[in-house]
């Protein structure tokens, strides 16, 4: 029971990239969506989360205006698309699920572990 991620490589300072996650063991319609990312040495970091309820998304403020999560149930899948990527947007990449209202905590401190069924991570490297 966990999630897949995919679709993370190495791209050029300004480019773009579309990791997913496919839920394995679980539906996801039944909680709310977060992408997580972390760079070695640094705390996991909350990136964006999609509500379970309405849709509603909410992003960090490092990546607003350049990143969208999108949910596709009947595929049962998240996706994160990422634009205009910067070098400090280097990092192993995550997604996990959270019971609502989960989202309202996803830029506190340690908000991560009211997160579960983590996946392995995708790598997402910038190079400059």
């Known amino acids: 029971v966990q999630f897949v991620e995919s679709g993370g490589g190495l791209v050029q300072r300004g480019g773009s990239l579309r990791p997913s996650c496919a839920a394995s063991?679980?539906?996801?319609?039944?909680?709310?969506i977060a992408w997580f990312r972390q760079a070695p040495g640094k705390e996991r970091e909350g990136v964006s989360c999609i509500s379970k309820s309405d849709g509603d998304t909410s992003y960090a403020n490092s990546v607003k205006g350049r990143f969208t999560i999108s949910r596709d149930n009947a595929k049962n899948t998240a996706y994160l698309q990422i634009e205009s990527l910067k070098p400090e947007d280097t990092a192993v990449y995550y997604c996990?699920?959270?019971?609502?209202?989960?989202?309202?905590?996803?830029?506190?401190?340690?908000?991560?572990?009211?997160?579960?069924?983590w996946g392995q991570g995708t790598q997402v490297t910038v190079s400059s």
């Open positions: 996990a699920t959270g019971h609502p209202p989960s989202c309202g905590y996803l830029d506190t401190p340690r908000g991560y572990v009211l997160f579960g069924n």
């Open positions: 063991g679980f539906t996801l319609d039944n909680y709310d």
